[in-house]
């Protein structure tokens, strides 16, 4: 079992920025990718950014692509999500997803946190 944790959500005006930060502990020693959604109210939960276990490869929603950037740390079981001018569409609860397999697809990951809400205002 691998539990996550996610920290750094708030309330940011338009154009402003968050870093979103997850933690992972328990069976962390095997190689997980690991990756964002993020889900507005009403809406499904969406993809928006996976890094796989070295690192060496990201991918990113179309409409993320350029603002928001992810990263980990393997030495800390660590992955952040730096997001850059945000817009109020951004408005979401974001999770944090491990799983062993990479995808963007959220079936693909067994692991989730609980999630941490980015509000953008306008």
């Known amino acids: 079992q691998v539990q996550l944790v996610e920290s750094g959500g708030g309330l940011v005006q338009a154009g402003g920025s968050l870093r979103l930060s997850c933690a992972a502990s328990g069976r962390t020693g095997s190689r997980y990718a690991m990756a964002w959604f993020r889900q507005a109210p009403g809406k499904e939960r969406e993809f928006v950014a996976a890094?796989?276990?070295?690192?060496?490869?990201?991918d990113y929603a179309d409409s993320v692509k350029g603002r928001l950037t992810i990263s980990r740390d393997n030495t800390k079981n660590t992955v952040d999500l730096q997001m850059n001018s945000l817009k109020p569409e951004d408005t979401a609860v974001y999770y944090c997803?491990?799983?062993?397999?990479?995808?963007?697809?959220?079936?693909?990951?067994?692991?989730w946190g609980q999630g941490t809400q980015v509000t953008v205002s306008s």
């Open positions: 890094i796989n276990w070295s690192g060496g490869r990201t």
């Open positions: 997803a491990a799983g062993l397999s990479y995808s963007s697809y959220k079936t693909t990951y067994p692991y």
